[in-house]
């Protein structure tokens, strides 16, 4: 399936800091999504890590300052910089950034960043006296102002074994900005989706509460596979511990009642809404003020209806057309398809995503789905065994489908 990276060209340029061992495990990343890396190095990085390292991990060419005079000669830069999608520079240098933002072009990567057309991302790393020197942030003003993205740097243990400003970012983060400078003319460019991902819990004491297994994997997968199509990506979960998505506006709720107010709030202007989270049925009609004791014996707890928020929602729909496409999700034990299909109808949904929670490899806290997507048209579309991150890209593309 299509992500931001299959195909795209991107040109890694690697200068002289020790953090050029995060630039070949960033390069290896891009390769392994399906991006075409070409690496240049400067001849101060050679002396952190070697060529072959980046040939080795991209199973392309690593281009040295030597390249400028070999067989392509002086335009060795230009096909490098025209064939470019993103011009990724990590680590950037305090002296890679001021040649930059002089116009000094005296090597193969500074003269392939001034011919370069494609957007740019630099990740600076130096010691942190270096960073907050007054030179480099002019320089780096400078830079924003042409167009480019400075991602960082990061607080942290330096190699002058001081603490401060000046560490790269972790590859991971790199990643993550990549893919979304290269979304941001996806298919959904413009568009604004709002995911429920996660359980609630709705509170007995200060203590307890009562919640399900929901572990927020698919709704977050969901959220991730919008924003590599170029969406506006709202998150609102339940209580998880999944690492917060780079480029997701995340508003983290408790209680259905919550999640039922910022759903309604965020879906005024909304293209689509995604319920993937597992909402509390029921909640205690009142909560202890204090922990409820052992001592005293079995409490009874009585339980009413939580809101219904795919109904509120449906009825907002109604008169006001927003969200323009609602997706439910259906957790069953039995009857998977026709369970969906009610509430796909009672509901107004445009599709509704039927999981077995029975079966061991799919539903709750797994990495994997098997699921059944069904559509108001009466289509009925089984899928096989799946990562949750696969469901999510065949969901978005059938929502791409409903809103163009």
């Known amino acids: 399936m299509a992500t931001p990276l299959l195909e795209k060209n991107i040109l890694l340029g690697v200068t002289g800091s020790i953090a050029a061992y995060k630039a070949a495990e960033l390069a290896s990343r891009l390769a392994q999504g399906g991006a075409e890396v070409d690496v240049i190095l400067t001849q101060a990085a050679c002396q952190f890590i070697l060529p072959l390292t980046f040939q080795s991990v991209t199973r392309r060419r690593a281009y040295l300052d030597a390249d400028l005079w070999g ?12 064939n470019a999608d993103l011009l990724v520079i990590a680590p950037a240098s305090a002296n890679t950034l001021a040649k930059m933002a002089c116009g000094i072009a005296d090597n193969l990567l500074t003269l392939a960043a001034l011919a370069a057309r494609c957007p740019i991302l630099l990740a600076p790393a130096m010691d942190g006296g270096m960073f907050s020197h007054p030179a480099t942030q002019a320089n780096l003003e400078t830079l924003r102002r042409r167009g480019a993205a400075i991602i960082g740097p990061a607080e942290g243990h330096l190699a002058s074994g001081l603490t401060g400003v000046g560490r790269m970012v972790e590859p991971g ?23 429920t991902a996660g359980g609630t819990q709705e509170p007995i004491d200060p203590v307890r509460v009562i919640m399900n297994r929901s572990s927020g994997k698919q709704g977050t997968a969901v959220a991730q596979a919008a924003l590599e199509r170029g969406a506006r990506v709202v998150l609102i979960s339940g209580p998880t511990s999944l690492p917060a998505l780079i480029g997701v506006n995340h508003r983290e709720v408790q209680t259905a009642g919550e999640m039922l107010e910022a759903v309604l709030q965020e879906v005024v202007d909304a293209d689509a809404l995604i319920m993937a989270a597992a909402v509390a049925d029921f909640r205690p009609v009142t909560a202890a003020g204090e922990k409820i004791k052992r001592e005293k014996g079995l409490q009874q707890i009585i339980l009413e209806p939580t809101a219904d928020i795919l109904a509120a929602v449906a009825e907002m729909k109604t008169h006001t057309g927003y969200p323009r496409v609602l997706v439910g999700f259906a957790a069953e034990s039995q009857d998977l398809v026709n369970n969906a299909r009610q509430k796909l109808q009672s509901k107004q949904l445009d599709l509704i995503v039927a999981n077995d929670i029975t079966a061991l490899d799919a539903g709750f806290a797994v990495d994997t789905n098997r699921v059944t997507i069904l559509d108001a048209g009466g289509g009925v579309e089984v899928l096989p065994l799946m990562s949750k991150a696969e469901v999510a890209a065949v969901l978005i593309e059938r929502i791409i489908g409903l809103l163009s």
């Open 71 to 82: 067989s392509e000669g002086h335009v060795q830069h230009i096909g490098l910089a025209n």
């Open 173 to 195: 983060e790199l990643l993550a900005q990549i893919v979304l400078a290269l979304a941001k003319d996806g298919p959904l460019a413009g568009s604004k989706v709002v995911v």
